[in-house]
């Protein structure tokens, strides 16, 4: 268990138990993460900040009850990130029934676009892909509007709207999938539940989450690269240069059959980069500019 993981649960326990000023120290933390959060997501500096009192309310809601779920497996500023996303997510459901359609949809695509094309990319990854895979969003696109929303609406409460929201996705990619097989291809019944038995590939949102932080990091990368790079061993270098050789971070699997590595190994070395990556980043002057400017 690191120093930080102390102090982390340390801070929380101080706020669970009301002591003096220990809701104010953990603010202090985690304004930053949620205030980027509400930004990314939401849009307009005032839509950004109504956000922002919604998350602190939620964080403070039922005797900190979300907070109680923090463990120290992770940063807390990851925790409240995952958090943080949960109450918008929240937040943007009640659109769809508070405001117009057209703006509950577009905040919907604005929040949950890269969620969407991260696991079309992972069903369907590969360069002569590109055009199936603009195919694929705009098809699942089409059935989460279809019906006055009715796949949306459907949500009741059960778990995250964000798990539910990248579950539903994730079935009707493969709904697509099956459809765009050629009709030569007459399958048995058992070749039909093939699709069924796939284990998802959709990670849980806390993995989202990082996976997230990391593509971020990669695309913050390119600019101080070559401050990194003497600190990275050959195979460290490799993976960055496949991982960014396209100009955006690409899938794990793609990355891993480049390399002729196991998946698994890849996790663990981007995992690995991207550490030593954090400490570079964080001291260089354009990610302190970039941070500021959020």
């Not at 102390?6 to 120290?25: I, S, Y």
């Not at 995250?160 to 765009?180: C, E, N």
């Not at 284990?199 to 390119?222: F, T």
Request: aromatic content about 8%; some cysteine.
């Amino acid at each position: 268990m690191t120093i930080h993981t102390v102090e982390n649960r340390a801070l929380v326990r101080d706020v669970l138990d009301a002591k003096p000023l220990a809701w104010d120290r953990l603010v202090r933390r985690i304004a930053d993460t949620v205030w980027t959060a509400c930004r990314l997501l939401c849009g307009d500096d005032a839509d950004s900040r109504a956000a922002f009192s919604d998350v602190m309310d939620g964080l403070r809601a039922d005797g900190f009850r979300r907070l109680r779920a923090y463990n120290g497996s992770s940063r807390i500023e990851t925790f409240v990130a995952l958090v943080t996303r949960d109450v918008l997510a929240e937040r943007l459901l009640r659109l769809f029934n508070v405001h117009s359609a057209s703006d509950g949809w577009a905040a919907f695509e604005r929040f949950f676009a890269a969620d969407i094309n991260r696991i079309i990319n992972r069903r369907l990854p590969g360069a002569d892909r590109a055009d199936l895979r603009q195919d694929a969003y705009q098809d699942i696109c089409v059935a989460l509007i279809a019906d006055d929303y009715r796949r949306l609406k459907a949500y009741r409460g059960i778990g995250s709207f964000t798990g539910f929201v990248l579950q539903m996705v994730d079935r009707l990619l493969i709904d697509f999938i099956r459809s765009t097989m050629p009709l030569g291809r007459q399958r048995t019944e058992a070749q039909t539940t093939e699709w069924e038995d796939i284990p998802s590939d959709q990670p849980s949102p806390e993995d989202a989450l990082l996976e997230q932080e990391g593509d971020r990091l990669l695309s913050l990368a390119s600019e101080v690269l070559r401050e990194a790079a003497a600190a990275l061993s050959e195979t460290e270098r490799l993976y960055l240069h496949i991982a960014l050789g396209s100009g955006e971070p690409i899938p794990a699997r793609e990355v891993a059959r480049q390399m002729r590595r196991p998946v698994e190994e890849v996790y663990k070395l981007k995992q690995r980069v991207m550490a030593r990556l954090r400490e570079t980043l964080d001291k260089h002057p354009a990610v302190k500019m970039w941070k500021a400017s959020v």
